[in-house]
C-alpha cells in the first residue's frame, strides 16, 4: 500500500477510536520523530546500506489497531519496533504542564537529547535532536490528535529519519499529588531485521532516556532546578 | 581547599582540590568551621558501600560560614552561620511538602542507580557515593550546597559554640528520630544496640520522649560508661552474657518494648551466624552483617516495636521475619528527615536539655584527618567522636 493510503486509514481509526472508550484512546500511539531512538544511532544515515525495508506507515497502523508484533512472538521480523512506555506525577496542575508540552519549543529545554524544534503551523513542526558520534537527525511531525488538558499525539512525516509515533497524556493523580504525566512511544527501526536486531541489544536505552527527560522535567518544574555535580571539585 | 579523598579501602587522603563553585542557582557555598566523621563514614572507609569512585570528597556533618549564594537564594546571605543537614532536599516534592525529606525526588542526580537496586530513589546526601547523588562532602574547606534555602539551620551568633550545635548536622536527629521512631510510650523500657554516637542520641532522646528505662549494649567500655553516666542507661556488654537473656531479666520476663538498632551493616559478633555473615560479606554474597538487628528482633517484646536507624545497603540474610510476623512487631527505619528536628532539637540545646557536645572524644585539625578515620574505626584511645576544623 501507498504511504498516504496507510496514513488514512490511520485517521479513519483514529477517528473511531476518538468516539470510544479511554482504554482505546490510550492505545493510540502515533507516529512521531525519533526521540531515544537517536540515542542508539538508528538513523539511516548511521547505518548505511542496512537494507532499509520500508515499512511505511506500520509503527502507526500497530498502535492505532492495538496489535503489537512484541507481544505476539518473540521473533524479530520487518514489523519489530521498540515501544516505550514511562509515567511521572509531577507536583503541579495539568493545565500548567500541558500547555508547556503543547508548546513543542520549550521541549528541547527539558529533554536532553533534542537540540531544536521549529513550530511551522498550529500542526506541523520540525525536529533536530543529536544522535551519537556529533550527528544529528530530523524529521517533521505532525500533531494528529489533541484533547486540551489531556492527550497530545503525534508522528513522523515524509521523510523522517525514524519513523516513529508518540503521546503524551496527562492525568490528574490523586489525593492532590498534581499530575500523572504518561508518554508512550513507538520507533519503527530502519534496516529491517538487521536494524532490529540492533536495536534490540539496546532496547533499555530508549525507555531509560524517556524516564530521564521525564525526571529532568519534573526537577526542573517542582525545584527549579535539575540536580548537578558537574564541576565540583574531587581528588586526584 | 584541602579536602578529605576518598581512594579505596582504609584510603583517604587530604589533598589540595578545586574550590566548590556554584554550579545551580539554589547553590550556597559555606567555608566549613567544624566538620565530624560518622559511623556512616567508616561504612564507606571500610568499602561497604557500592558506587564509590576515587578522588570523591567525604564528609556529612558540617557548619560553617555562607560566602557565597546562587542567584535564586532568597533566605541565606552571605556571613551567615548555619549548620548543614546530611540530607538534601529540594522543599518542593510530595515527600518534602510531607516532611519526609530525606526521600526528596527531586536531589539525586543519579537516581536512575538506586532505583536499580531499590526501585525508587531516596534523597542524595552529601559525600556518601554516587548512587546516592555523588555530592562532594564537606570533610573540606568550603562546600557546595544545593536547595540552600530548604536545608541549611541559620543560627543567630547567640554565643552557642561549633562543638554544641554541630552535631544538628546528622546523629542527635537522627538518634532522637529513631528514638520518636520506637514509639515509646509512658513506663517503656527502650533497648539500644551500638553505644557510639547515634546510640548516645538515641537514649538520651529515648528519655526526653518518655522512656522509663533504657538499656544500652555494646562491647566498649568508655561508651558503655558514657551510656551510664550521660545517658543514664543501664548497660548489657555483649561479649559477656546473652544479650537476649539478660535483657529478659532486666524487664522482667516481658522484653523490651522497644529496640533500636544503632549499630548498622557492619555489626560485630561471635556467634556462628555472626562469623558467617562475616564471611558471606567478605565473599560478597550478603552485603550486609545483620546481627545486631537479628538481636533486636529476636529481644523485642510482643507487639513492640524495633527502630533502625543503623545504615544497611543491601542485602541482609536469615532475617527472622517469623518474629516479625509471629509476634506482631512493628518495623521502622529511614535516612533522617533532617529539617523535621533541626530547629526543635536547636531550642532543646538553647533551653539547656542536652550539652550535645559530650560525646566528643577528639578534635583534629582537617590535615589528621586520615588518623581520626583509623581512630575511630579502631576504637583506640577511647574514641567516641572526632571533630575537625579545617
Ligand atoms: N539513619 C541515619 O540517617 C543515620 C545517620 C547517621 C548514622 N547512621 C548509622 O548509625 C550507625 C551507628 O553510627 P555511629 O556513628 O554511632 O557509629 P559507631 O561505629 O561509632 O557505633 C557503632 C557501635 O555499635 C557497636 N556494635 C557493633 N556490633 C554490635 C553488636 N553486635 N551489638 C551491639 N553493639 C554493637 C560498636 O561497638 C560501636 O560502638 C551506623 O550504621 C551509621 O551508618 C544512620
Ligand atoms: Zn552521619
Ligand atoms: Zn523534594
Given at each position: 500500500?501507498?504511504?498516504?493510503?496507510?496514513?488514512?486509514?490511520?485517521?479513519?481509526?483514529?477517528?473511531?477510536?476518538?468516539?470510544?472508550?479511554?482504554?482505546?484512546?490510550?492505545?493510540?500511539?502515533?507516529?512521531?520523530?525519533?526521540?531515544?531512538?537517536?540515542?542508539?544511532?538508528?538513523?539511516?544515515?548511521?547505518?548505511?546500506?542496512?537494507?532499509?525495508?520500508?515499512?511505511?506507515?506500520?509503527?502507526?497502523?500497530?498502535?492505532?489497531?492495538?496489535?503489537?508484533?512484541?507481544?505476539?512472538?518473540?521473533?524479530?521480523?520487518?514489523?519489530?519496533?521498540?515501544?516505550?512506555?514511562?509515567?511521572?506525577?509531577?507536583?503541579?496542575?495539568?493545565?500548567?504542564?500541558?500547555?508547556?508540552?503543547?508548546?513543542?519549543?520549550?521541549?528541547?529545554?527539558?529533554?536532553?537529547?533534542?537540540?531544536?524544534?521549529?513550530?511551522?503551523?498550529?500542526?506541523?513542526?520540525?525536529?533536530?535532536?543529536?544522535?551519537?558520534?556529533?550527528?544529528?537527525?530530523?524529521?517533521?511531525?505532525?500533531?494528529?490528535?489533541?484533547?486540551?488538558?489531556?492527550?497530545?499525539?503525534?508522528?513522523?512525516?515524509?521523510?523522517?529519519?525514524?519513523?516513529?509515533?508518540?503521546?503524551?497524556?496527562?492525568?490528574?493523580?490523586?489525593?492532590?499529588?498534581?499530575?500523572?504525566?504518561?508518554?508512550?512511544?513507538?520507533?519503527?527501526?530502519?534496516?529491517?531485521?538487521?536494524?532490529?536486531?540492533?536495536?534490540?541489544?539496546?532496547?533499555?536505552?530508549?525507555?531509560?532516556?524517556?524516564?530521564?527527560?521525564?525526571?529532568?522535567?519534573?526537577?526542573?518544574?517542582?525545584?527549579?532546578?535539575?540536580?548537578?555535580?558537574?564541576?565540583?571539585?574531587?581528588?586526584? | 581547599?584541602?579536602?578529605?579523598?576518598?581512594?579505596?579501602?582504609?584510603?583517604?587522603?587530604?589533598?589540595?582540590?578545586?574550590?566548590?563553585?556554584?554550579?545551580?542557582?539554589?547553590?550556597?557555598?559555606?567555608?566549613?568551621?567544624?566538620?565530624?566523621?560518622?559511623?556512616?563514614?567508616?561504612?564507606?572507609?571500610?568499602?561497604?558501600?557500592?558506587?564509590?569512585?576515587?578522588?570523591?570528597?567525604?564528609?556529612?556533618?558540617?557548619?560553617?560560614?555562607?560566602?557565597?549564594?546562587?542567584?535564586?537564594?532568597?533566605?541565606?546571605?552571605?556571613?551567615?552561620?548555619?549548620?548543614?543537614?546530611?540530607?538534601?532536599?529540594?522543599?518542593?516534592?510530595?515527600?518534602?511538602?510531607?516532611?519526609?525529606?530525606?526521600?526528596?525526588?527531586?536531589?539525586?542526580?543519579?537516581?536512575?542507580?538506586?532505583?536499580?537496586?531499590?526501585?525508587?530513589?531516596?534523597?542524595?546526601?552529601?559525600?556518601?557515593?554516587?548512587?546516592?547523588?555523588?555530592?562532594?562532602?564537606?570533610?573540606?574547606?568550603?562546600?557546595?550546597?544545593?536547595?540552600?534555602?530548604?536545608?541549611?539551620?541559620?543560627?543567630?551568633?547567640?554565643?552557642?559554640?561549633?562543638?554544641?550545635?554541630?552535631?544538628?548536622?546528622?546523629?542527635?536527629?537522627t538518634g532522637y528520630m529513631a528514638a520518636e521512631n520506637a514509639n515509646?510510650?509512658?513506663?517503656?523500657?527502650?533497648?539500644?544496640?551500638?553505644?557510639?554516637?547515634?546510640?548516645?542520641?538515641?537514649?538520651?532522646?529515648?528519655?526526653?520522649?518518655?522512656?522509663?528505662?533504657?538499656?544500652?549494649?555494646?562491647?566498649?567500655?568508655?561508651?558503655?560508661?558514657?551510656?551510664?553516666?550521660?545517658?543514664?542507661?543501664?548497660?548489657?556488654?555483649?561479649?559477656?552474657?546473652?544479650?537476649?537473656?539478660?535483657?529478659?531479666?532486666?524487664?522482667?520476663?516481658?522484653?523490651?518494648?522497644?529496640?533500636?538498632?544503632?549499630?548498622?551493616?557492619?555489626?560485630?559478633?561471635?556467634?556462628?551466624?555472626?562469623?558467617?555473615?562475616?564471611?558471606?560479606?567478605?565473599?560478597?554474597?550478603?552485603?550486609?552483617?545483620?546481627?545486631?538487628?537479628?538481636?533486636?528482633?529476636?529481644?523485642?517484646?510482643?507487639?513492640?516495636?524495633?527502630?533502625?536507624?543503623?545504615?544497611?545497603?543491601?542485602?541482609?540474610?536469615?532475617?527472622?521475619?517469623?518474629?516479625?510476623?509471629?509476634?506482631?512487631?512493628?518495623?521502622?527505619?529511614?535516612?533522617?528527615?533532617?529539617?523535621?528536628?533541626?530547629?526543635?532539637?536547636?531550642?532543646?540545646?538553647?533551653?539547656?536539655?542536652?550539652?550535645?557536645?559530650?560525646?566528643?572524644?577528639?578534635?583534629?585539625?582537617?590535615?589528621?584527618?586520615?588518623?581520626?578515620?583509623?581512630?575511630?574505626?579502631?576504637?583506640?584511645?577511647e574514641c567516641v567522636k572526632v571533630v575537625l576544623k579545617p
Amino acid at each position: 500500500m501507498t504511504e498516504t493510503s496507510a496514513r488514512e486509514r490511520q485517521m479513519t481509526r483514529y477517528n473511531q477510536h476518538q468516539d470510544g472508550d479511554t482504554a482505546s484512546n490510550e492505545r493510540l500511539l502515533y507516529a512521531l520523530g525519533g526521540g531515544a531512538l537517536v540515542l542508539v544511532g538508528l538513523s539511516r544515515r548511521s547505518l548505511p546500506g542496512m537494507g532499509l525495508a520500508a515499512v511505511g506507515g506500520s509503527v502507526a497502523y500497530h498502535a492505532l489497531t492495538g496489535h503489537w508484533p512484541m507481544q505476539q512472538s518473540n521473533g524479530i521480523d520487518a514489523d519489530y519496533s521498540i515501544r516505550v512506555n514511562r509515567a511521572v506525577t509531577i507536583n503541579k496542575p495539568v493545565e500548567e504542564l500541558y500547555r508547556l508540552w503543547r508548546d513543542f519549543e520549550n521541549l528541547p529545554r527539558l529533554m536532553s537529547h533534542l537540540e531544536s524544534v521549529t513550530v511551522q503551523d498550529g500542526k506541523r513542526s520540525h525536529w533536530v535532536a543529536s544522535a551519537p558520534l556529533g550527528k544529528t537527525v530530523e524529521w517533521d511531525a505532525e500533531i494528529i490528535n489533541e484533547e486540551e488538558n489531556r492527550l497530545i499525539a503525534w508522528r513522523s512525516i515524509g521523510d523522517a529519519d525514524v519513523e516513529s509515533a508518540g503521546s503524551v497524556r496527562f492525568e490528574k493523580a490523586p489525593g492532590d499529588r498534581g499530575t500523572e504525566v504518561h508518554v508512550k512511544m513507538e520507533y519503527m527501526p530502519p534496516g529491517g531485521v538487521a536494524g532490529a536486531m540492533f536495536a534490540k541489544l539496546f532496547q533499555e536505552e530508549p525507555s531509560q532516556q524517556v524516564h530521564a527527560d521525564l525526571q529532568r522535567l519534573k526537577q526542573t518544574l517542582e525545584a527549579g532546578e535539575v540536580p548537578s555535580t558537574e564541576g565540583q571539585p574531587r581528588g586526584g | 581547599m584541602k579536602a578529605l579523598c576518598w581512594y579505596g579501602k582504609n584510603d583517604v587522603r587530604v589533598e589540595t582540590v578545586p574550590d566548590p563553585q556554584i554550579i545551580n542557582p539554589h547553590d550556597a557555598i559555606v567555608k566549613i568551621t567544624s566538620t565530624a566523621i560518622c559511623g556512616s563514614d567508616l561504612h564507606l572507609y571500610n568499602g561497604y558501600i557500592p558506587t564509590m569512585q576515587k578522588g570523591d570528597i567525604l564528609g556529612h556533618e558540617f557548619m560553617g560560614e555562607v560566602v557565597e549564594v546562587g542567584k535564586e537564594v532568597k533566605k541565606l546571605k552571605v556571613g551567615d552561620r548555619v549548620v548543614v543537614p546530611f540530607t538534601i532536599s529540594c522543599g518542593q516534592c510530595f515527600f518534602c511538602q510531607r516532611e519526609l525529606w530525606s526521600l526528596c525526588d527531586n536531589s539525586n542526580p543519579n537516581a536512575w542507580m538506586a532505583e536499580k537496586l531499590y526501585g525508587y530513589s531516596p534523597s542524595a546526601l552529601f559525600g556518601f557515593s554516587h548512587m546516592l547523588g555523588g555530592y562532594a562532602g564537606g570533610q573540606a574547606e568550603y562546600a557546595r550546597v544545593p536547595f540552600a534555602d530548604v536545608g541549611p539551620l541559620k543560627l543567630d551568633n547567640g554565643g552557642l559554640t561549633d562543638d554544641q550545635v554541630l552535631f544538628l548536622s546528622d546523629i542527635f536527629p537522627t538518634g532522637y528520630m529513631a528514638a520518636e521512631n520506637a514509639n515509646i510510650e509512658p513506663g517503656d523500657t527502650v533497648a539500644v544496640w551500638g553505644a557510639g554516637p547515634v546510640g548516645q542520641f538515641a537514649i538520651k532522646s529515648a528519655y526526653m520522649l518518655g522512656a522509663e528505662q533504657v538499656i544500652a549494649i555494646d562491647r566498649f567500655p568508655e561508651r558503655l560508661r558514657l551510656a551510664e553516666t550521660e545517658g543514664k542507661a543501664r548497660t548489657i556488654n555483649y561479649e559477656d552474657t546473652d544479650v537476649v537473656e539478660e535483657l529478659k531479666s532486666l524487664t522482667g520476663g516481658r522484653g523490651p518494648d522497644s529496640c533500636i538498632d544503632a549499630v548498622g551493616m557492619e555489626a560485630h559478633g561471635t556467634s556462628p551466624v555472626a562469623m558467617l555473615d562475616k564471611a558471606k560479606q567478605m565473599a560478597k554474597i550478603e552485603t550486609d552483617r545483620p546481627n545486631a538487628l537479628r538481636e533486636a528482633i529476636q529481644a523485642c517484646r510482643k507487639g513492640g516495636t524495633v527502630s533502625v536507624p543503623g545504615v544497611y545497603g543491601g542485602f541482609i540474610d536469615s532475617m527472622p521475619m517469623g518474629a516479625i510476623v509471629n509476634k506482631a512487631l512493628t518495623l521502622k527505619s529511614g535516612q533522617t528527615h533532617m529539617q523535621r528536628y533541626m530547629r526543635p532539637l536547636l531550642e532543646r540545646i538553647q533551653n539547656g536539655d542536652i550539652e550535645p557536645s559530650f560525646i566528643i572524644t577528639h578534635h583534629m585539625k582537617l590535615e589528621d584527618a586520615p588518623n581520626g578515620y583509623s581512630m575511630f574505626r579502631d576504637k583506640e584511645d577511647e574514641c567516641v567522636k572526632v571533630v575537625l576544623k579545617p
